[in-house]
């Protein structure tokens, strides 16, 4: 069974404690690699590596660093397949979806980052005494020392690599943990550092648990700032820890997208985009709009017409390229959304389509089961027995539209992260920015009309940190990303990102 390593100081070594936890693939239920059950004394090691580290890796310059990442972003390129197949396996998303968005953006990540520390400026003010005389202000940006990156499951290299990246290129050197239900890909990026010769130390990678090691990160002494992406709970667990400690903190939370609208939109359009963000990566996007609100004279054609489309979605094997919903990352994932359905029928609702789980097996052959788990050069041993169908303990959810409920019920305020999306009519904008308001979360807010004045209306009164119109994932890098209210605190991407890892001086200067 493969054995995934820590990344600490430049060489892939095994945890202190020497135990492993499983390492499931959701698409068949199988336990197919292990992973380090690192605790404290991993992540001192971690950090001491990234403390030794820091003084040479700040102050190289950053076209040293761009050459470096650079060299790291021609690496994930040549193994994009690989990646993207380790990926789909760990996690259970469709490989069409690994190949297209996840790998391809763990390679801009690094891109951009790399280059956008070249373009950091610094201010400078010519200030104006009193007397008349001058006086010159300037800020100086050093990077702020050890970081600590903890991510999620969801988007398992793309969001690890969206916090490395800019730690790193501003500067930083970096403890990192990957989420223990997907580790695989971080650990590939590993081995990728070592053959692009990253300085030792300037990434460290500890796998493990959230409560021994991400809490850990969270709670040493070395680390400045923590970079969080992850559910609401947790980072509320994290902000009790760091905050007293006075450490910088980026919280990227959970959330409860409302997807509005009205009868007047491109209807074409936002039918095929409204599938696509309900139900891409199985619903398990923090973007993904999971509440949609419909202007009454447009209700019952949408409705026939997405149940319609939604139905059609093919539920399947994460490795097969036809499939366009995949498996559900875990089993204590999959129960947990099996669980919102239910409590949506108690609450009154009705099931459009889906509402339920599927077994795979049903639909698929016994066959002998040859394909490599991991990645192919890692040359993991197949677990998979011959002569069994590899999916029949996979973890999958049919595509689920649910409508009848009302805007305030448990069903509509509480995040699901997963393919379920319930559906509701609205008859005035007044009304609709209520609905949209309702939940303590306010990640971001998808709008479709062909109504410019409303469109920016409403872009104003939506409390969300990222309004869609008329569109739905469509990223450039270099906008703010992050949520209001219980959505999270801190914006990342763009110069927002390389400031968060630096610290601030000004200098004045009196003339
Ligand atoms: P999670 O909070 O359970 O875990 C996220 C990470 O935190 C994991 O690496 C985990 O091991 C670690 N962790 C857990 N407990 C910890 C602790 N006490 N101290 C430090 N680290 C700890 O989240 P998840 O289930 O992996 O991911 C799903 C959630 O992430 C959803 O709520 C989703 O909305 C959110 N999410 C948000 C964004 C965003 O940009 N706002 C993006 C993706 C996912």
């Not at 991993?42 to 102050?59: E, I, K, M, Q, T």
């Amino acid at each position: 069974m493969l054995k995934i390593e820590n990344y600490i100081g430049g060489e892939l070594v095994t945890p202190a404690s020497g135990e492993y936890l499983d390492n499931f693939e959701p698409g068949t239920g199988d336990v197919y690699s292990l992973i380090p059950d690192s605790d404290d004394r991993d992540v001192n090691l971690a950090a001491d590596a990234a403390r030794a580290a820091f003084p040479a890796w700040s102050s190289t310059s950053p076209e040293a660093r761009f050459e470096i990442l650079m060299r790291l972003v021609g690496l994930i390129e040549r193994d994009l397949e690989d990646l993207a197949r380790a990926e789909s396996i760990d996690n259970g998303k469709p490989i069409s979806l690994a190949r297209a968005v996840d790998i391809p953006r763990a390679v801009a990540n690094f891109r951009f980052y790399a280059t956008a520390a070249m373009h950091l400026s610094n201010e400078s003010y010519d200030t104006v005494r009193p007397d008349g005389g001058r006086a010159i202000n300037y800020t100086l940006r050093h990077p702020i020392g050890v970081a600590g990156c903890i991510s999620p499951w969801n988007l398992p290299l793309y969001l690890f690599t969206w916090k490395i990246a800019p730690a790193i290129a501003a500067g930083c050197t970096v403890v990192a943990k990957p989420s223990e239900v997907t580790p695989m890909t971080a650990f590939m990026l590993s081995k990728l550092c070592i053959e692009a010769e990253l300085p030792p130390g300037v990434l460290n990678i500890v796998h493990g648990t959230g409560p021994k090691v991400g809490s850990a990160i969270v709670a040493h002494k070395d680390v400045a700032a923590i970079s969080f992406t992850g559910g609401t709970k947790t980072g509320e667990e994290i902000a009790r820890i760091a905050a007293p400690m006075l450490k910088k903190l980026s919280l990227e939370l959970g959330g409860k997208n409302p997807n509005i609208i009205f009868a007047d939109c491109n209807y074409e359009e936002m039918l095929a985009t409204t599938v696509r963000s309900s139900f891409s990566n199985q619903g398990e996007i923090c973007l993904c709009g999971s509440r949609i609100f419909v202007e009454r004279p447009l209700y019952e054609r949408f409705k026939s017409d997405f149940v319609a489309r939604v139905s059609a979605l093919k539920v399947g094997d994460p490795l097969d390229s036809a499939t366009d919903v995949g498996a559900i990352v875990s089993k204590q994932h999959f129960d947990k959304i099996m669980s919102y359905i239910e409590l949506a029928k108690q609450e009154g609702g009705t099931i459009l389509c889906g509402g339920h789980s599927i077994d795979l097996s049903a639909e698929m052959p016994i066959e002998a089961e040859t394909r490599p788990v991991g990645s192919v050069p890692l040359g993991a041993p197949t677990p998979h027995s011959a002569l069994r169908n590899p999916h029949s303990n996979g973890w999958y959810i049919q595509p689920t539209v649910i409508e009848g409920l009302s805007h305030d019920c448990r069903t509509n305020l509480e995040e699901i992260f997963g393919p379920v999306v319930t559906i509701m009519p609205f008859d005035t904008e007044d009304e609709v920015i209520g609905y949209a308001n309702s939940v303590r979360y306010g990640l971001s807010a998808t709008l479709w009309t062909e109504n410019l004045s409303r469109a920016h209306r409403m872009a104003a009164a939506l409390e969300s940190g990222i309004v869609w119109i008329n569109c739905w994932l469509l990223r450039d890098l270099r906008t703010p990303f992050g949520g209001v209210k219980d959505s999270g605190v801190g914006r990342e991407g763009g110069f927002e990102a390389l400031r968060f890892f630096t610290e601030e001086k000004n200098v004045c200067i009196k003339i």
